[in-house]
């Protein structure tokens, strides 16, 4: 992701300009990543611009907030409203939204939970699907563990705990590759660094859990959701790195890449059939352009059809 040229902004209660979008340098949650976030997307629809689960992405924020110890100090349906009056801003008919929350400039103690106001920005601007426009993604198994949850818990989409992917991340682009597996400390296959994954075997899927120290995405839970009503059988539990050269399919799955197949792996290609991926993403985007309406449940619109 390159820096947003420009984004829409809500900082603290009220929409701000680019100009005056900044954070405090001794900010807690910069200095020790004591901060949490979302990555959500709005899409454009032929019923208006649409935001896909938003209800669930703002649960999932306010879990992770109240791990930290963070109070966002504005009730979910705020937070709700907020979004959708900057995406409405932002004038983007197609918009990633980044909604974060992290601890302020009172102390540099590392306990700030009764030291320190809490502040809760939100940013709308232009970011096209990774990987968009190719086949899909030439992974590789990462050198860099995914860290354990007993350490830090991998289902809380906390600030901190993303210098793991980005190091992982690193790894795999310096060595050529687009995206990083990493493996747990028991050598089970854990995620990607920004997405989760799936694999296909004998036409029946199967993806981690927390287990296996994954962040619990949203794309994955509709994924399951979708396999379901379309009579795909699924199980969740470990995946062995074996199993991963065994399939016969293998894809991510996240906000930010949707449902992108995995071609190789380090230098072994998977098999170029994929007939269960691609009838997943395929519906996965026509859920989000809301050409589904047994999902129209997942859809917030927020802004009439273009006209
Ligand atoms: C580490 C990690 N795993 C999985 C995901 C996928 O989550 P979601 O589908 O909610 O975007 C993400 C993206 O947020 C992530 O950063």
Redesign the pocket.
Known sequence: MSAPPRATYWIDGKATSAEAAHAPVLAHGLHYGTAVFE?IRAYDTPRGIAIFRLGD?LL?FFASAAHYGLEPGYSLDRLRAAIVETVRASGLRDAYIRPLAYFGDETIALTPRSHCSTHVAIAVFGFPPLMEGTAGARATISPVQKFSSRALP?TV?ASGH?TN?VLALQDAVARGFDEAILLNERGEVS??????IFIVRDAALRTNDASAD???????DSILQIAGAEGIPATVGPIALDDLWQADEAFF????AEVIPILSIDARPLPQRRPITTALREAYARIVHAGDERYDHWLTFVAPPAP
Do not use: C, D, M, V
């Not at 995620?191 to 989760?196: D, I, K, L, R, V």
């Not at 799955?253 to 930010?256: E, S």
């Open positions: 990555g992405h999932r991998a989409k993303y992917s995620e990607g660094s920004g997405e989760n994954i962040l619990y995405g949203i794309t994955r799955t996240g906000t930010a």
